[in-house]
């Protein structure tokens, strides 16, 4: 059973998993990523994006992306991350895109999402620590 993480394009180390672009664009200082798998399926549209840079309204843009995920169904989805695991013979899918904050970003939401329509978790990876506190 292939398992679900998210992170974003700075966080991620190939040990992580499988990375797969969840994102409209790529991260320019990752010529690597040309060549991950894309998951259009979980990737907001520009539009949602312009709608929630315009008038601030985070909420409409969660509903229209919990929406877009709802269209496509769990069942879909499913089918298209193993179906990426399977050609990469990965265990371990890392979903990724730009934003640093993940309260601030569609993988939470997709998270979120996924946890209620499937039951699976979906945990975020980060960078551990190298301070102390």
């Known amino acids: 059973?292939?398992?679900?993480?998210?992170?974003?394009?700075?966080?991620?180390?190939?040990?992580?998993?499988?990375?797969?672009?969840?994102?409209?664009?790529?991260?320019?200082?990752?010529?690597?990523?040309?060549?991950w798998p894309r998951c259009h399926l979980l990737t907001p549209?520009?539009?949602?994006?312009?709608?929630?840079?315009?008038?601030?309204?985070?909420e409409a843009f969660a509903a229209a992306y919990a929406a877009r995920l709802e269209r496509f169904s769990v069942q879909r989805i499913?089918?298209?991350l193993e179906g990426i695991a399977r050609a990469h013979q990965a265990d371990n899918l890392v979903l990724l895109?730009?934003?640093?904050?993940?309260?601030?970003?569609?993988?939470?939401?997709?998270?979120?999402?996924?946890?209620?329509?499937?039951g699976e978790e979906v945990a975020e990876l980060i960078i551990p620590s190298t301070t102390s506190p």
């Open 45 to 58: 549209t520009w539009p949602m994006f312009n709608a929630v840079r315009e008038t601030g309204d985070s």
């Open 97 to 118: 895109c730009h934003e640093a904050d993940p309260e601030r970003c569609h993988r939470t939401q997709f998270a979120d999402w996924w946890i209620q329509a499937s």
């Open 78 to 80: 499913a089918r298209t």
């Open 1 to 35: 059973m292939t398992r679900l993480f998210t992170c974003s394009y700075r966080a991620f180390r190939p040990d992580m998993g499988q990375p797969v672009v969840c994102s409209l664009g790529l991260p320019k200082w990752r010529p690597e990523a040309a060549e």
